[in-house]
């Protein structure tokens, strides 16, 4: 590991502050990622600005009746929240579906927005790979590609956002809240990640030395039925092969409110838009569910090793759709 310069932050401003001042700086949060990514050689940051001290640890109900994450809220505490438990159970599920207890305990709300891809050509910088190194080429695509993305990938880049959490909080509508040089301001959780286009480097759309600070759940979404369902090798401790946020509103026999994300299929949270405006208005039914979702995933391109991704997907959202579903056919 290179050596680097430490410093810890006490508040917001100061975190920015000591970044713009320090370049080649990273933000410090849980460490769960970013220190295992300096040990591999893959983040050679040259300085670290610990934000793990700062009052960003609570989780808030606003005036509004949504509720506030602050940034350094521990993916532990946040599944076990009993609001969240109560009024956005896919998030919680999500969270419980990722990692293993003891990082869970460590793993930052914010932090877990900003994980790398574990794509293994990333992690050994004895291979290609754009998104390391800027024109190397990218080793997976005629490589292992098993894990790999089937929606939106790009020559240069075809890897998998590996975040449970971030997918429950497309579905749900919530929002990203960053502070930078420039002042607050939020971005939609599904607008947070991005495809990787010819900059594959680029994982969100992040400005430079914005600080995460929090992560807002509306209202709009408080008290829906919603699910997070995760497939993968073993049954904990592993990345998902493919999964499914969802949450539905069924209101007179019709679907009044439809959020569907996929994790593990593409560069970010793949919000499924074209499945919830073809699900919004239709009676919930196993074929309004079927045509929806083959809609959606009439956009895969598979690799040569990652078909199985686009039928397990499948099987995988209509599932949680008919669960979703059923207390109001009973
Ligand atoms: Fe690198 Fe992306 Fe290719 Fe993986 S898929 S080797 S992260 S460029």
Redesign the pocket.
Known sequence: MKPFDYVRASTVEEATAAYAALPGARYLGGGTNLVDLMKLGVEQPLALVDVSRLPLDAVEELPDGSLRVGAMVRNSDLAAHPVVRDRYPALSQALLAGASGQLRNVATTGGNLLQR?H????QDVS??????EPG??????D?V?RD??VLG?SP????THPSDMAVALAALDARIELYGSEGARSLAAADFHRL?GDR?EQDTEIRPGELITGVVLPTATAGLPSVYRKARDRASYAFALASVAAVLRVSDGVVAHAGLAFGALA?RPWRARTAEQALTGAAPTAAAFERAVDLELAAARPLRDNAYKVPLARGLALDVLTRLAEPVRI
């Open positions: 891809t794509c293994p050509y990333f291979k290609p790979c754009n998104k390391r190397s080429g990218c080793g997976a695509r490589g590609h790999h993305a990938h240069q880049c075809i890897a990787p594959p560069h």
